[in-house]
């Protein structure tokens, strides 16, 4: 009887210390999931996801926002937890496979302006906090976006079936043990959550991104993403770390450049919200970017033009009247929309909330993309140091007499010529396309005149790529030992 009660006391104990155990976890649980949910939060931050998924006015996550792209626009979708018409019957697997293969629940494939070719980086760790972020703390918004209708033949969404054999690389990012920690975060955080390629690398013809020129300035609808590697001349090779940080922070520095367009949103919404050690870790990274040079280019964008005055030629002449003049020059545009802001001479305000034109990265640039788009479009930016503020004058419809194309053109030249790229010329015809929202994409057309071809080379590239990932499949299981060249080729 002794033996028997030592042994039920040991196992009343051992019990007790069970129960104890699992109270414990349970009351841990909650604080985990706490976390968890904050940390997919800051991840949702630092990949913009509301920039994307809020309309203007809008109500947050719930999607409905028109995304030009050079196919046409797409609308972003409802990502609120709303079981209807967001995420809310997701599983995490589910959110998963939508978040880094660009699948959706119900099987359709979503479209790369989708940037999951990035977010496949994404840890397992981290999509679970994104997971809980959206499904747990969300607000749910009970509203349909408006659908995407691409042309044809674009609309056809299993056509990406095909794109992401090709280009899609599911590899979740892994460190390169001969990089240190703060390199390897900032690789982690430019090639997945941040997306920095998504809108700097340029695109091939089936709209990839091409590897070879990463971060080298591409076309993202009527602005221009510029080159962001570290050569000297063509990219951002002469800024210091300190100076990456702050314009990422403010998305200004002074005698170099300002946010607008999307760089502005990604600022306004992500990057001035991510800690100090994040953004230090971006900037290295970025430094070391292997750079890349336009032989095009002689000078930085950052160096070009000079102050200048028109004001002489003006004087004593009347002032400008659209009505009367209706091609009215430069030297009077210039005045009578620019100069007051940004000084006759073209130096900016003294306090250097309104910016110099000259030493400026819109106009010193051979590409003056993103001096017209500011034109046309204007800057709007709030950050914790204030609102950044410069009106389109592309017309809107309480405007009388917004700029013309030509005007637009007119006045983009004199800027050129006076306070940067002076060798550069826009003309009516790229303000034109700029007001439509950017170039479209050559494969458009070249799709839309053959489609059968089209579709029998797909059928036949994709019957080629099946067969091919069989074998490679077949060799990994018959021989441990692979000829040279293999890695190679499985990721080409």
């Given at each position: 009887?002794?033996?028997?009660?030592?042994?039920?006391?040991v196992l009343?104990?051992?019990?007790?210390?069970?129960?104890?155990?699992?109270?414990?976890?349970?009351?841990d649980?909650?604080?985990?999931?706490?976390?968890?949910?904050?940390?997919?939060?800051?991840?949702?931050t630092?990949?913009d996801?509301?920039?994307?998924?809020?309309a203007?006015?809008?109500?947050?996550?719930?999607?409905?926002?028109?995304?030009?792209t050079?196919?046409?626009?797409?609308?972003?979708?409802?990502i609120?937890?709303?079981?209807?018409?967001g995420?809310?019957?997701?599983?995490?697997?589910?959110f998963?496979?939508?978040l880094?293969?660009?699948v959706?629940?119900d099987g359709?494939?979503?479209?790369?302006?989708?940037?999951?070719?990035?977010?496949?980086?994404?840890?397992?760790?981290?999509?679970?906090?994104?997971?809980?972020?959206?499904?747990q703390?969300?607000?749910?918004?009970?509203?349909?976006?408006?659908?995407?209708?691409?042309?044809?033949?674009?609309?056809?969404?299993?056509?990406?079936?095909a794109?992401?054999?090709l280009?899609?690389?599911?590899?979740?990012?892994?460190?390169n043990?001969?990089q240190?920690?703060?390199?390897?975060?900032?690789a982690?955080?430019?090639?997945g959550?941040?997306?920095?390629?998504?809108?700097h690398?340029p695109?091939g013809?089936?709209?990839?991104?091409?590897?070879?020129?990463?971060l080298?300035?591409?076309?993202?609808g009527?602005?221009?993403?510029?080159?962001?590697?570290s050569?000297?001349?063509?990219?951002?090779?002469?800024?210091t770390?300190?100076e990456?940080?702050?314009?990422l922070?403010t998305?200004h520095?002074s005698?170099?450049a300002?946010?607008?367009g999307?760089?502005?949103?990604?600022?306004?919404?992500?990057?001035?919200?991510l800690a100090?050690?994040d953004?230090?870790?971006?900037?290295r990274?970025?430094?070391?970017?292997?750079?890349?040079?336009?032989?095009?280019?002689?000078?930085?964008?950052?160096?070009?033009?000079?102050?200048?005055?028109?004001?002489?030629?003006?004087?004593?002449?009347?002032g400008?009247?659209?009505?009367?003049e209706?091609?009215?020059?430069?030297?009077?545009?210039f005045?009578?929309?620019?100069?007051s802001?940004?000084?006759a001479?073209?130096?900016?305000?003294?306090?250097?909330?309104?910016?110099?034109?000259?030493?400026?990265?819109?106009?010193?640039?051979?590409?003056a993309?993103?001096?017209?788009?500011?034109?046309?479009?204007?800057?709007n930016?709030?950050?914790?140091?204030?609102?950044?503020?410069?009106?389109?004058?592309?017309?809107?419809?309480?405007?009388?007499n917004p700029?013309?194309?030509?005007?637009?053109?007119?006045l983009?030249?004199?800027?050129?010529?006076?306070?940067?790229s002076?060798?550069?010329t826009?003309?009516?015809?790229?303000?034109?396309?700029?007001?439509q929202?950017?170039?479209s994409?050559?494969?458009?057309?070249?799709?839309?005149g053959?489609?059968?071809?089209v579709?029998?080379?797909?059928?036949?590239?994709?019957?080629?790529?099946?067969?091919?990932?069989?074998?490679?499949?077949?060799?990994?299981?018959?021989s441990?030992?692979?000829e040279p060249?293999?890695?190679?080729?499985?990721?080409?």
């Open positions: 009887m002794g033996n028997t009660g030592h042994h039920l006391g009343l104990i051992g019990l007790a210390a069970t129960a104890a155990a699992g109270i414990c976890r349970a009351a649980q909650p604080e985990q999931t706490a976390a968890a949910i904050q940390r997919g939060e800051y991840l949702a630092a990949g996801c509301g920039a994307c998924h809020t203007p006015r809008g109500k947050a996550f719930a999607g409905g926002l028109p995304i030009g050079p196919l046409g626009t797409i609308y972003s979708t409802n609120t937890p709303s079981a209807d018409f995420v809310g019957r997701y599983t995490e697997e589910d998963s496979r939508a880094r293969r660009g959706r629940r359709a494939n979503l479209y790369p302006a989708m940037p999951y070719t990035s977010y496949a980086k994404f840890t397992d760790e981290d999509i679970h906090a994104l997971y809980l972020y959206f499904t703390s969300v607000e749910p918004v009970e509203q349909r976006a408006p659908s995407t209708r691409l042309p044809f033949p674009m609309n056809i969404r299993g056509s990406m079936i794109w992401n054999l280009f899609l690389d599911s590899a979740a990012f892994v460190p043990r001969n240190s920690p703060e390199w390897n975060r900032g982690y955080l430019v090639q959550a941040a997306h920095c390629g998504t809108c690398t695109r013809l089936l709209m990839q991104e091409q590897a070879s020129r990463a080298s300035g591409a076309q993202v009527p602005w221009y993403a510029p080159n962001i590697t050569d000297p001349i063509s990219g951002i090779g002469r800024w770390r300190t990456l940080v702050a314009y922070r998305g520095l005698g170099k300002q946010a607008a999307s760089m502005g949103e990604a600022v306004e919404y992500s990057f001035q919200h100090a050690a953004l230090d870790a971006i900037a990274y970025i430094q070391a970017v292997p750079a890349v040079r336009d032989p095009a280019d002689q000078v930085s964008r950052f160096s070009a033009g000079n102050m200048f005055s028109a004001l002489a030629e003006l004087r004593g002449r009347d400008v009247r659209f009505d009367s209706p091609n009215p020059s430069g030297a009077e545009l005045q009578g929309n620019c100069a802001c940004h000084s001479e073209g130096q900016g305000s003294k306090d250097g909330y309104y910016p110099s034109l000259f030493s400026n990265s819109a106009t010193g640039a051979r590409n993309t993103n001096l017209v788009a500011t034109i046309l479009y204007g800057v930016r709030t950050t914790s140091e204030g609102q950044a503020f410069m009106p389109g004058f592309g017309g809107h419809p309480s405007d009388a700029l013309s194309d030509r005007n637009i053109a007119t983009s030249n004199f800027v050129l010529a006076h306070y940067g002076a060798g550069t826009v003309t009516e015809q790229q303000v034109a396309e700029a007001r929202g950017g170039p994409s050559p494969l458009l057309a070249l799709a839309r053959s489609t059968p071809i579709a029998a080379i797909a059928f036949l590239g994709i019957a080629f790529l099946l067969v091919r990932r069989r074998k490679l499949r077949r060799v990994d299981g018959e441990p030992v692979q060249g293999y890695h190679l080729r499985r990721k080409m």
